[in-house]
């Protein structure tokens, strides 16, 4: 693979930590929620960045796509549901639902949009076969 751009972040004091990235852009207080057991509070969480990144870069894949298509679409959203659980095997894991709207297209457009943006996109790539990332494609 060739870099093109290379992101840091350090995290100190795990979930009831705080996150820093190297350019100090993203700075938050992180602390476990309380359906978790946790405090809660204003602050972020290890699966709400997952999220936020996860979304604009579907987003971002989806965009490409329609381009490449050179398809007229209203302005696209991408929801990201992270759920944190347990696993079978007594460990934790992740699962993705990813809210997908296209205004302007076809049902069947948009979910053939939406298959060929999963197989761009970084964070699709990433998580393939490794964790259920389901979708909620809509266009009104």
């Known amino acids: 693979m060739e870099i093109l751009y290379t992101a840091a972040a350090t995290a100190t004091g795990g979930r009831d930590g705080q996150v820093k990235s190297s350019d100090g852009v993203l700075q938050h207080d992180l602390r476990i929620p309380v359906e978790m057991g946790g405090t809660g509070g204003p602050y972020t969480n290890p699966e709400q960045l997952f999220a ?11 965009g490409l796509i329609i381009k490449n298509a050179q398809l007229t ?10 759920s944190f659980g347990k696993n079978d095997g007594g ?8 809210k997908v709207h296209i205004p302007g297209v076809e049902q069947t457009t948009a979910e053939d949009l939406v298959a060929k943006a999963h197989e761009i996109c970084p964070y699709s790539q990433a998580t ?4 259920d990332v389901n979708f909620h494609v809509t266009v009104a």
Do not use: H, I, S, W
């Open 52 to 62: 936020a990144g996860y979304a604009a870069c579907f987003d971002g894949a989806l």
């Open 73 to 82: 679409a209203g302005p696209t959203q991408v929801t990201a549901e992270v």
């Open 91 to 98: 460990g934790f894991g992740l699962e993705v639902l990813l």
């Open 128 to 131: 393939r076969g490794n964790m």
